[in-house]
């Protein structure tokens, strides 16, 4: 069935590096997708935000890239600190829709 | 402005009783969702409801479960009869409209309601 996935589970960067989350997604009326960043025992906190008509949308540290040729989608956080240490998700909305379809999480934990 | 508000934070349940989650949005938005997240996995959307009606229900069980949104107070996720099987995370998102790509569509999570059944 149509799905948002992640390629990796777990992602172990050392303070300062820069570190890349990646996803996929399958649903091709997908045009609008979100990451957000859930720590341990709390809500998913909205990190940033791309619509299908834009290949790369910038925040604070935060890029998100968007590949709809291959459907993949990816997070970059730039010097990453102990406090990004969390589980990202990739999150996508069909067209017109407003169930955000979520995918299963990538681990990020950031060593000293 | 406080975020989305959910109690209890954590439930616990025995099999066959009744658990009721409470979500109270953002000051100003009107639209409300629930999802479910087990155990190391992403969340799944279950019920989308606007003040007084439920727009959208297609992912909550059809039995045992129920939501709802009244004029006022908070909306309630309601589970009848709990199993073990409904152990779980329950997150509760508002927005101001419904929708994608506007910012006032960005859903806004609350911290969940960790249900135990025993």
């Known amino acids: 069935g149509e799905s948002v996935g992640l390629h990796l589970p777990t992602l172990s960067v050392q303070e300062g590096d820069n570190s890349i989350i990646n996803c996929a997604y399958s649903n091709s009326a997908s045009d609008y997708f979100i990451w957000y960043k859930q720590e341990s025992g709390k809500g998913p906190q909205f990190i940033i935000d791309?619509?299908?008509?834009?290949d790369k949308r910038q925040g604070q540290r935060v890029t998100v890239l968007l590949n709809k040729t291959v459907k993949h989608l990816s997070l970059q956080i730039a010097a990453t600190q102990p406090g990004d240490s969390a589980v990202y998700f990739c999150?996508?909305?069909?067209?017109?829709?407003?169930?955000?379809?979520f995918g299963k999480g990538t681990s990020l934990l950031v060593t000293p | 402005n406080a975020g989305v508000m959910q109690n209890p934070r954590h439930l616990v349940r025995r099999r066959g009783q009744e658990a009721r989650l409470r979500c109270s949005p953002m000051?100003?938005?009107?639209?409300v969702y629930w999802y479910r997240q087990l155990p190391e996995e992403g969340l799944k959307f279950m019920v989308y409801?606007?003040?007084?009606?439920?727009?959208?229900e297609s992912g909550m069980p059809k039995e045992r479960f129920s939501a709802e949104f009244p004029k006022e107070g908070p909306s309630i996720l309601r589970i009848q009869q709990v199993v073990r099987g409904d152990s779980a995370a329950y997150f509760c998102?508002?927005?101001?409209?419904?929708?994608?790509?506007?910012?006032?569509?960005?859903?806004?999570f609350g911290p969940g309601t960790r249900l135990t059944v025993l």
């Open positions: 998102a508002s927005s101001i409209t419904p929708g994608q790509g506007r910012s006032t569509d960005t859903q806004y």
């Open positions: 791309i619509r299908s008509n834009m």
């Open positions: 000051k100003g938005h009107s639209h």
């Open positions: 409801l606007q003040k007084e009606n439920i727009i959208d």
């Open positions: 999150a996508d909305l069909p067209n017109s829709g407003y169930a955000l379809n």
